[in-house]
Each structure stands twice: as C-alpha cells, then as structure tokens.
C-alpha cells in the first residue's frame, strides 16, 4: 500500500513540474490558459510562479491552472482508464464536496442532495456499484437513510481537505475489490513532497442562499478551512495539518405529489368516465424543509523517512456532519382508500393518471388533512486511521504493510407531530350522562392539478391555523442507529525487473466489516385523526394507535406551542400553516424524559430491523507489469488476478412461532427495552460464503508522443447492497383466496443468500494532447453482468414455501413473501465517452485567455429491474442510468483574473431515492446545473473569490411514468459565496 501511495505522489509531484514546463514552453503572454481532459471545475485561489522574463514576458500560474495540468497528465501518465482532479494544493477546490468536483467528469454524475452533490453514479450505475477509498483504503458509510448502506455520501468530505480523486474505470489486481461501475480513489497530501519547508493555507467564504428565508431557514453561512505542511529532520520528517469548516443553509422547498412508497394506485375512481379504473396518488406534500449543515472535517498525516530504505505514514481523517432538517407544511394522505370513503369530483386524467380534481371528506375512515411538522436531522460522524509502512529490501525488492481502521456512525431523529382540524360538542349517554365528544371537521375539502415538473396548485376550504379548533392528532418518532466499521490488514511485495515484465507485484488483504442498524419508537395518538362520538347510547371511539404513556387519548391543545408560518418561492400560493414547538409540547404532555424512544414487541418491527451484517473478506493477488514493443509501438501496463474469499453472516431476529403446533412458541426467549420477554422469534446467523477470481489486463499504446491508445479488459464483482442483506423477518395473518382459510405471510428485511454482482468488461479509448495543454479523447465501455439484485413478493401459490426455506404454521395457507432475489434480467450496460479541452490562445488580444472544455458520454443498457408496485408489470431500466450526460466549462484568464461557467446536464433516469434503503422507484427528470465562479490574486498570496452554484435554481423532480404522474418537485435556491483566499508565497 505504502508503495502505491509513494509512487502515486511521485507521479503527482511529476506532474506538477511537467505542468510548469507546459506553460513556460507553449504560453507567452499575459494570458496564461489551460484546461484539463478530465476537469471541468473551478477553484478558488491563486498563486504567482515567476520566470524568467526573457524567454516569456509574463506567466501567473492560479490554483485552477495548476489544478488543470496536474489533472491531465495524472491521466496521461495513468496505468489505468481513469480520471484525475488534482487540486495541487490543499484548500484549492471550490466545491462544498467532493461529488461536486467529481460529478464534471466524463461519464460522471451526481444525485443532488440538499441542493449539493453527495451520491456518485459512474457510466449509468448508482453508487450500490462504486467502490470510494481515501489514500488507498477502504471507507465507512454513514450514507443510509432507512437503512445501513455500503455507498459514500461524499458530502461528508470536505473537498478542502482533498489534495487529489482519482476515478478509476478499469481495475487492476492491486486494487481493492467491489467497484463494479468504478473506483473513486480519494487522496490527501504527502508533506515531504511540499515544494517549500512550510506550506500554510488557509480560506474564508461568506454564503448566502437566496431561496431559504422562503422557507423560514437562515439564509446565511459560513466556510472556513486551512491546512500547514511543514517539513523537519532534514526532511525525514514531515507533517500535514488541515481543517475544513462548514455551515450553510439547508432548505429546500417541496411539493410532493404523490408518497415515493406509494405511487399511484387504483381504488374504484374512474375520474373521466371511460369505464377504466384510473391510478390516483396516495398523497400530497406541500412543505418548507429548512436547516443549517454543519460540518467539520480534520485531518493529519506524519511521514518519517529514517533511512533512504525506510518510511513509515499515519493518517488520520475525521468528519463530523450536523445536518438540522425541518420540514413544515401539509400533508393529505390516504387517496388509495376505497372511492366509497371520500368524494370525489371534476376529475382530470392524463395516461391512465389522475391529474386533478376535487376531493371532499366525508367519514372518519377516508382520506386525511393534516398540518404536519417533522424533525429529520442526522448526525454523521466518519473517522479513519491508517499506519503504512515500506521497506526498500534491494534495488529491486520492497515490503510494503498497512493497517487501518475505518468507522462511521449517523443517528437520524425522524420524530413527526401531526395536527388537525377538531369540531368539539357533547353527547348523552343510554344512563343519561352527558360526555365530551369530537371528531374531524366535517366537509373539508381540497382541490389540485398536477404540474407536470413543478410543484402542483393546490387549494383548501379550511382555515388550518385556527386555533379553536387546530389540534395534536398524533407525536412519533422512530430514532435511527447506523453503524459500519472495518478493520483490514494489507501485506504487499514488489520486485522491479527489466525487459517484457517490468515488475511484479504480490500481495494480501484480510477485513472485517460490520454494519449495524438499530431501531426504536415512541408513538402517542392517531396519524390519521381522532374521533370520540356517541352512538345508540354508546362511546365510540378512535382510540390511539399506540399509547405508551398512559396519558387519555385524545386532541391535544396547541395553545402556547405554536406560531404561523408563511410559504415563499414557488410555494407563496399556498395558504398559512403551523410551525410547532415539538420539545416543548412534549415535555408538556408527556412529561420531561417521558417520551424515549424503546424498541418494544408491540412495534416488533423495531426488533427485526434491529440487526448485524458481518463481512470477512480475504483477497490475494499477484500483478505484472509490462513493457514492451508491438510493431514498433511501445506499451505498457499491467496484468494480474485478484482472488477473494467472503464470509457474509446476517445477524437478527426471525418469527418461528409455534411450529410443532403445541401451542407453545418454539423461539427464543428475547427481551425488549420494557422487560417483556418473547418466544415467538429466534435468533439467527446465516449467510453464504463465496469466492471470486478477478483477472485484469491494462495496456497502453504510445503511438506518438501526443497519441496513445488504451485497452483494459476486467472480471469485477461488488456486493450486494447492506439493507438487502439483512435476516430479520416478521409475519402477518389474513384470509387466502378460497376466502376461507387462514393464511400466513411473510415479510423479510432482505435476503442474506444474494449473490453478489458480477460483470465482464472492456474499455477502448484513443487519447490525442495537444500542444496548448488540452487534449481530446474518445472512449468505448462495455460491460455484461451477469445479475442484479430486486425485491419481490411471491403470492400465494407462486412458489413452495419448503423450496426456500420456509414453513407456515400448521393449519395455515402458504401466502405471501416479500424479500430480495438475484433476478436473471443481466445484460450489457455500454457507450461513448467524447472529451474536449482546447485553449484560443492564437485568438487577438483578450480573447486569447478564453478556454473550452466539454466532455459527452452517452450509455445504453439491456439490463432492467422489476418496476414493483409503482410500475407494476413493468420491466425498469437500471437505477442511475442517464443515456445522455454532458457538461461545458468556459473559462476566460486575463492576467491575475479568472472566471469561468460551467454548466452540466443531465437525461432522465430512474431513481431509487437519495439514500438507499427504499425499494421505491421513481423516474428523475432531466435536469441542468449552471455554476459560475470569479477569482482575483495579489502579489502578496491573497485572493478574493465570487462563486454562483446552481444559478437557474434548477427544480428537482420526478415522475411515475407519465409527465402528469408528478412524484416531487424540489427547489435548493441559489448559493452565493464570496470569500479570500491566503497562501504563504
């Protein structure tokens, strides 16, 4: 590992000095421009390289440029197909994370995340498929949502701290196994290649969003970083310090139109009288999300270099990341309930889709309308640690070591409070005493029509701020423990040779890796409503849901826990809602420590969710380097075999019941947090073991010294997604389709026995670079999995239950199962990759500083995946997959001036949400991202930056098949930074 890592620094600081030879031979003016194949960013920061003025009259070398020249020839020097963002300095990219950076890449694209890049998605595959390193090692998620997830939110990363990524699209033996779309390498600074002894650097940025006091969220904020290099000891020793701190607006402006879960479905509404049932939406969405993200990130690297043979390198990097997530508005649910419970009228329909309409409430069991607020705020925290070492035996032989540590951890709150809208009277009971009754204003109504891309109208006939009649209908929430830690053990050996192999390489890696998810609740009230009526003499009543403190059930008063809260933005239509104090009505009606969330077998979801996914994993391989002439050409690369072992083991819950039909439960006696002991569940540990052998051929043929061509062919595998690996699983009973018998169905939290995914691939590409420094390149990818992994639900009678393990009580029909399966829908994912970099610097005067790059890749794929029951009977595309995707930087530098826009698309895709967990699919709308950025450098280090991200407040949204068949439509608002930028000359 330590190998690896020296020699990549070697090539970067290489780099650097090729880069410098570039400008002083082919740049003489005052317009000093490049751009990189692979880079299609911006940084803030500059700094001033003098030359001599003789040969060139005057050349300024920013931060972007070195940063650009780094990059490509990281990539023309690369063994593997890859691409490079090199910030040639810590503090120099300008991005709020790494995605954002990264997502300008050829065949590279982001999943915006509160408005900022935080999932990757790599030639048309998400980020179930992408393997994410920093300096070479293995890195924990903290990116679930629902559930434990193996891909990286890179927003947890400060791209302050980040000195290089690298996006490798052809693997080689030596790498760690698992990224099946690609491997994003993740590097930070090696001090002792420092240019000077001291290095200090340090950044300040004032932010500003223009679209959060839209929704009551502080527009304002803050980014602060700064990183030391210093070398000691005669440069034996040298130390890299940094830090990176972040605190902007999280807002957001939402309008969903139907539940992501729910889809549109069928219920007996036929909206425009054709006699066909139409698909109406569940819900509707109408909310403010607002917040603040805070993050901090720190890292800290020690190399000691003893002896010209020996080296030793710590890392440390840890990230700590706040995100505080409000979300304020109305919410109507229930439209999949029977036509006969609710009215409905003036119906429009577009592809089988109600689009519009008016519904109107007319019993306690229909349709809802709530005021809803929510507190979704996480916590993540990533910590890493890392001590390699090399030891240079002989001229020829090195021994390389590392050990690392990797851990990660979020919590999410997800605590709800639903209000509603009561009339209050009495009743007289059969003895005569009269008691106090309530139910759901009568008569409410609403009516909407879809906005194909945007957010919907929507109108309502009652005043929901009312406090007369404005009540607590229900106060939940279900806190969420993710947690996932690695510890591996790398041992490599490498022998340098001359001739056709230029070296060999052996090596071995053992890991441990567990993934932790742990759930709990705390429910008081109806989500729904209540209702406490008199009839015949007699209380009926809905009673709570659950109940846990004891307390009566019943409307709370909102009297001194609430104030009024208005719309702004594309939802300033929308009528006034209430913005509820969630701690203190709690503390109020349940009592100070009253309300904790346990996990109890009244909620024995929150047992079965509860679980473990344990992974060891033990890889071995040997890898070649070549070197050698074909017809004259000279080419080198790499060929090699990976083999890896896995031991997977689920660890949970599963119900068993009584079996033998004794009428006593044959499971084990598990306890919850209340002390009530059950034994209808046993605890369970299974999963497979499986093996792998992954051979990898790279080549590349210089033909000139500006054209190369490059080959690389691969067998590569990643492990199936963490929340379908899950073992946990639970019951349900009702009548099967004789409508007689007793029928028992199972639900499971995933399938510990999937198989992992499997491909075959191969990449083509010819590279050509150009004198100016820009380069222009075309790429051919193909890949062939064998299978994709999808959840399903057999049915009663679709399959034997004792063919998969299963056993239903005695006396009980076989129904349904709904789990995960390897389906056989595997095939070819393929495409085109077009880059394009190119100074005008022949162009008159001014002019003469503009740049383009521009990059295009478009990807067809036969694979396809079960649509579920959002697009039931329908075969999907893989989720991630943009056929088209492109992005186009112009940048202009005139002296110490810098400016550039960069603008990036985006086709329509299938999205399966931003974090993982949910098995719901959706269709992403395409959609265009405009960036603009302006730097200005002094001759004392200092720099002033003017950046917009997200200049035409692109709205987020998605679909269900049809234009009209809105799912959601986000806006992020327009962030605005202005900042100075210090760097010791």
């Known amino acids: 590992m330590v190998k690896k890592r020296r020699a990549s620094a070697k090539s970067h600081a290489d780099a650097s000095s090729s880069s410098l030879a570039l400008l002083q031979r082919y ?112 890195q924990a998620s903290t990116s679930g949502f629902t559930a434990g997830s193996r891909w990286i939110a890179f927003d947890q990363y400060p791209s302050e701290l980040i000195n290089q990524a690298a996006v490798y699209k052809s693997p080689k033996a030596s790498l760690i196994e698992g990224g099946v779309a690609g491997t994003v390498e993740l590097r930070t600074a090696n001090p002792l290649l420092a240019e000077e002894q001291h290095t200090f650097t340090s950044n300040l940025r ?7 006091d839209d929704v009551g969220a502080d527009d304002t904020g803050a980014r602060i970083s700064a990183s030391y290099q ?38 007996g509404i036929d909206a425009n009288g054709d006699g066909v049932e139409d698909r109406i939406s569940d819900q509707f969405l109408i909310r403010g999300a607002s917040g603040t993200d805070d993050r901090l990130g720190i890292l800290g690297s020690v190399v000691f270099e003893p002896t010209s043979t020996l080296s030793f390198q710590l890392d440390y990097f840890r990230s700590e990341f706040e995100s505080e997530d409000i979300k304020r508005g109305f919410v109507i649910e229930g439209l999949h309930r029977n036509a006969d419970l609710y009215g409905f009228s003036n119906g429009t329909v577009q592809d089988g889709f109600v689009t519009g309409g008016t519904v109107t409430l007319t019993g306690t069991t229909g349709p809802w309308i709530e005021v809803r607020n929510e507190d979704q705020s996480t916590d993540s925290t990533t910590e890493s640690f890392g001590l390699g070492g090399e030891w240079l035996m002989t001229d020829r032989a090195s021994l390389s070591f590392d050990i690392a540590t990797s851990s990660g951890e979020k919590t999410r709150l997800d605590r709800i409070a639903t209000m509603h809208a009561y009339e209050f009277g009495t009743g ?92 709990a609740t705390f429910r008081y009230g109806r989500r729904e409503g209540q209702s406490r009526q008199v009839v015949g003499g007699e209380i009926q009543q809905q009673f709570c ?74 890889a071995f391989y040997v890898e070649l380097g070549l070197d050698f002439e074909m017809f004259g050409v000279p080419v080198t690369g790499n060929l090699g075999l990976r083999h890896v072992r896995t031991d997977t083991k689920s660890v949970g819950i599963q119900l068993v019941g009584d079996v033998d039909g004794d009428g006593i439960p044959d499971g084990d006696p598990i306890m919850d947090d209340l002390g009530v002991t059950s034994n209808d569940y046993r605890n369970i540990k299974y999963g497979p073991e499986y093996e792998d052998n992954l051979p990898s051929l790279n080549l590349n043929f210089k033909l000139s010294e500006r054209d190369q061509i490059r080959f690389a062919a691969a067998k590569v595998m990643g492990r199936p997604p963490v929340f379908q690996l899950r073992g946990g699983a639970g019951s349900w009973t009702d009548t099967a389709n004789d409508g007689v018998s007793p029928r028992y169905n199972v639900w499971a939290k995933g399938n510990p026995n999937l198989d992992p995914f499997r491909a075959d691939q191969l990449d083509l590409s010819y590279e050509h670079y150009f004198d100016n420094g820009g380069a222009a390149v075309v790429a051919l990818f193909w890949k062939d999995i064998e299978t994709l992994v999808e959840n399903i639900t057999y049915f009663e009678g679709d399959v034997d239950w004792a063919d998969i393990g299963l056993e239903a009580p005695p006396g009980f029909v076989e129904g349904q199962y709904q789990t995960a399966q390897n389906n056989d829908n595997g095939g070819y994912i393929r495409g085109i990759e077009l880059a394009y970099t190119t100074t005008f610097n022949r162009l008159p005067g001014l002019l003469s500083g503009l740049g383009l790059n521009a990059n295009y890749a478009y990807t067809e794929s036969e694979t396809t995946i079960n649509g579920g029951g959002n697009f039931p009977d329908q075969q999907l595309p893989l989720p991630g997959l943009s056929e088209n995707v492109w992005s186009a930087t112009l940048f202009w530098d005139v002296d110490r001036f810098s400016t550039h826009l960069n603008a990036r698309y985006r086709d329509e895709y299938v999205f399966s949400g931003t974090s993982p967990g949910g098995a719901s699919l959706q269709f ?49 608002g327009r962030q605005f930074y202005f900042g100075i930028n210090y760097k010791t000359k």
């Open 545 to 618: 849901e659950n109940n846990p403190s004891g307390l009566p059930c019943e409307p709370q008063d909102l009297s001194g826990f609430v104030t009024t809260g208005s719309f702004g933005g594309s939802l300033s239509g929308y009528p006034d809602y209430l913005v509820l104090d969630m701690v203190g009505i709690a503390n109020d009606v349940f009592g100070l420590g009253n309300y904790d969330a346990n996990k109890d077998w009244s909620h024995n979801w929150t047992l079965i969710e509860s679980g473990e996914v344990q992974e060891k994993v033990d």
């Open 428 to 519: 007289t009971l059969a003895d005569g005493t009269v008691v106090d009754i309530w139910q759901e204003v009568l008569g409410q109504s609403f009516t909407y029509q879809n906005n194909a891309g945007d957010v919907p109208m929507l109108a309502f006939n009652t005043d929901y701020t009312d406090l007369s009649q404005m009540r607590l209908s229900q106060w939940e929430q279900f806190p969420h423990l993710y947690t996932d830690d690695i510890d591996s053990f790398q041992l490599d050996f490498t022998y340098e040779m001359d001739g056709f192999i230029s070296y060999v390489q052996v090596g071995g890696r053992h890991s441990e890796r567990t993934f932790g998810d742990d759930r």
């Open 27 to 138: 740049q003489r003016s005052k317009i000093a421009a490049g751009v990189s194949l692979a880079l299609a960013m911006s940084a803030g920061g500059a700094h001033a390289q003098d030359v001599d003025e003789e040969s060139i009259e005057e050349i300024v070398v920013t931060g972007v440029r070195a940063s650009i020249l780094n990059s490509i020839d990281a990539k023309r020097s690369s063994d593997l197909v890859s691409e490079v963002v090199d910030a040639s300095d810590l503090g120099q990219l300008p991005d709020v994370s790494i995605a954002d950076a990264l997502g300008r890449l050829p065949g590279v694209t982001t999943v915006r995340d509160s408005g900022q890049g935080s999932q990757l998605n790599i030639r048309g595959m998400n980020g179930d498929f992408v393997q994410t390193t920093l300096n070479g090692r293995e």
């Open 206 to 212: 004032y932010s500003f969003n223009d679209g959060a």
């Open 230 to 267: 210093g070398k000691y000891l005669d440069d034996k020793l040298g130390i890299a310090l940094g830090f990176a701190q972040l605190d902007q607006p999280n807002s957001a402006e939402e309008a969903i139109s139907s539940g992501a879960a729910n889809g549109y479905r069928t219920n």
């Open 924 to 972: 992403a709308d395409e959609y265009t991202v405009l960036d603009w950025q302006a730097s200005y450098l002094f001759d004392n280090g200092i720099g002033l930056v003017a950046q917009v991200n997200n200049f035409t407040d692109e709205v987020n949204s998605t679909n269900f098949g049809a234009p009209g068949a809105v799912g959601e439509a986000k806006r992020f």
